[in-house]
């Protein structure tokens, strides 16, 4: 007896969804009856995808008024002003960022709920098909052996039997018992078709699904990279990273309003189907399979008995009395005949196989695990499958706003970038504290003589006859140092020459050198006595 049926509950995001308008291309109404066939039905999904690409095109023009606006109002600020500008332009690269990366991960979570939702549909098709198969093979497997198998036996049995006439009537029963279990099996369903179709569908299913969620990946991982490219170009103020980011940052823009789109028509139109998913299936097996029997898997209710009942309890019956009249053979013909005692065997063998077939089949006949599959593919399409297409739309829509921002704002560090250059233009050369004078001496090392504020001696070879010129006490410092600088290297130490007053400590010498030094510094306080 069928157990109670576990309802199917539709959620509200499905009812909200099937509650979105569904119009043609002329604006005309169409109705929300999910019917993939219909080209009215077909016109308003595409008109959803036509939507998304409205929206695409407010956003691209959106996006060069902008730009246009930015180029032609230069307005030449103060110093303040463009730091509060480079600020503006650091926090927004760094919003739109945490915004690319929120998208992100509600992109993923979305992927692999729509990824799961599509797996468990294509479990449940795989367990129909199994049950359907396996109906198909016990039919055809039994009706086998009462057609093939059993006649053999029951002809041998004729002509060993053929002086007795009542035991030709106990032959005559059984092979109308057969007769009658084959007709019953007859009238079952053949699945055969069902299971060619549910395999075909199955098939196709995980074909898109696997490109589906590789898409995506490979979508997620290019706004991580272009994402990593901002912040490092912005962090460098490189502007071929800036240009790489803006040029990516366009297409990554395009695929976001695409998928948008995908995800919205693929969203209403499940919900189309969730909404009523009885009725649908109802009315694609009209004609194929009996709407009682359609009916029965689909309820599954109590109050609604089996269509193969009557089938199994004649089966059953069929099968009970030919093992009767078996069993009466072997006890009371075997003595008179005892050649027939081996096919009586085979017969009595045949039997019980059939019993336990007829149980298995009573077992897969019941709408019970059917039904369950069933449930199971409705909660792996109609909650997992439109809860993350939902994600995956809202993934869009953040990826999208994230990648205009930088649009917006590679322009801006880009005019910071050339602002910065002529600043440092505008600063002298021979300043030392230029950064770019900095960047150039290092590249270019001074290769002739130097010439400085005092004399030294370009080789090791003249140290002995080093004399140091006349100086004032308060420059004895700088001349010292100098000097040394000389001597220990030929080409005096460009250090912080101030700090040698201020009693900082000398560089590293070798003991040689520091020998040397002393010996100078003996030589000195004599020339200069305190």
Same mark, same amino acid.
């Given at each position: ?16 969804? &099937?509650?979105?308008? &569904? $119009? ?51 307005? @030449? ?5 463009? !730091? ?24 993923? #979570? ?30 055809? =497997? ?44 007859? =009238? ?17 299913? =995980? ?15 290019? @706004? ?35 998928? $948008? ?7 209403? =139109? ?11 299936? $109802? ?13 029965? #898997? ?26 009767? !009249?078996?069993?009466?053979?072997? !006890? ?9 005692? *081996? ?28 039904? *369950? ?49 002529? @600043?440092?233009? @505008? ?15 290092? &590249? ?11 004399? #030294? ?9 080093? !004399? ?58 004599? &020339?200069?006595?305190?």
């Amino acid at each position: 007896m069928p157990a109670t049926r576990v309802e199917y509950i539709v959620p509200w995001w499905v009812l909200w969804l &099937h509650s979105v308008p &569904h $119009l043609g291309l002329r604006l005309q109404p169409v109705n929300s009856t999910f019917n993939p066939r219909d080209e009215s039905y077909q016109e308003s999904l595409l008109f959803l995808g036509l939507v998304a690409a409205v929206g695409l095109a407010l956003n691209l023009i959106f996006l060069a008024v902008y730009l246009v606006c930015l180029c032609c109002c230069r307005r @030449d600020g103060g110093v303040q002003t463009k !730091q509060r500008n480079s600020c503006c332009v650091t926090w927004t690269a760094v919003l739109a960022g945490l915004v690319c990366c929120a998208a992100v991960g509600v992109g993923f #979570y979305g992927n692999s709920e729509t990824n799961d939702g599509v797996y468990q549909l294509i479990y449940s098709l795989d367990n129909a098909n199994h049950t359907f198969s396996g109906i198909d093979s016990l039919v055809s =497997g039994t009706t086998q052996k009462m057609q093939l198998d059993l006649e053999q036996h029951l002809a041998r049995l004729s002509e060993i039997f053929a002086a007795r006439g009542d035991y030709i009537q106990t032959l005559k029963l059984m092979q109308q018992m057969a007769g009658s279990i084959m007709a019953q099996l007859s =009238g079952l369903p053949a699945w055969r078709d069902v299971t060619a179709e549910l395999t075909e569908v199955a098939d196709q299913t =995980g074909y898109v699904e696997y490109y589906r969620w590789l898409s995506y990946l490979l979508l997620f991982v290019l @706004d991580v990279v272009i994402c990593l490219t901002a912040c490092l170009g912005l962090a460098k103020h490189s502007k071929c990273l800036l240009a790489s980011m803006l040029c990516c940052g366009v297409l990554t823009l395009l695929l976001s309003w695409a998928s $948008l789109a995908v995800d919205a028509a693929a969203a209403v =139109g499940t919900s189309d189907f969730c909404v009523a998913p009885d009725t649908f299936i $109802l009315n694609v097996t009209q004609g194929r399979i009996s709407t009682e029997v359609t009916r029965y #898997y689909l309820y599954c209710s109590q109050s609604v008995s089996s269509p193969f009942q009557q089938v199994l309890t004649i089966f059953q019956r069929s099968l009970t009395t030919m093992q009767i !009249q078996a069993a009466g053979l072997l !006890q009371f013909a075997v003595p008179l005949f005892p050649t027939a005692e *081996k096919d009586l065997l085979g017969i009595q063998l045949l039997l019980n196989s059939s019993e336990a077939s007829l149980h298995q089949l009573t077992a897969l006949l019941d709408c019970r695990g059917l039904h *369950k599959d069933y449930l199971d593919a409705l909660t792996g399409v109609c909650y997992d499958g439109i809860e993350g297409l939902l994600y995956l739309g809202l993934f869009s829509l953040l990826a999208a706003l994230a990648f205009s921002t930088m649009i917006c704002v590679g322009p801006r560090a880009w005019k910071h970038f050339a602002t910065r250059d002529r @600043d440092y233009d @505008d600063i002298d050369d021979d300043d030392p504290f230029n950064p770019q004078a900095r960047r150039i001496a290092a &590249h270019n090392p001074p290769r002739g003589p130097l010439h400085s504020f005092c004399s #030294y001696s370009s080789g090791l070879g003249s140290q002995t006859s080093l !004399q140091p010129p006349a100086q004032t006490i308060s420059n004895a410092p700088v001349s010292e140092y100098m000097n040394q600088a000389a001597l220990f290297g030929g080409n005096p130490r460009y250090e912080n020459v101030p700090l040698i007053g201020r009693g900082s400590p000398p560089p590293t010498y070798s003991p040689s050198m520091r020998a040397t030094y002393l010996s100078m510094a003996d030589e000195n306080l004599r &020339h200069y006595p305190a």
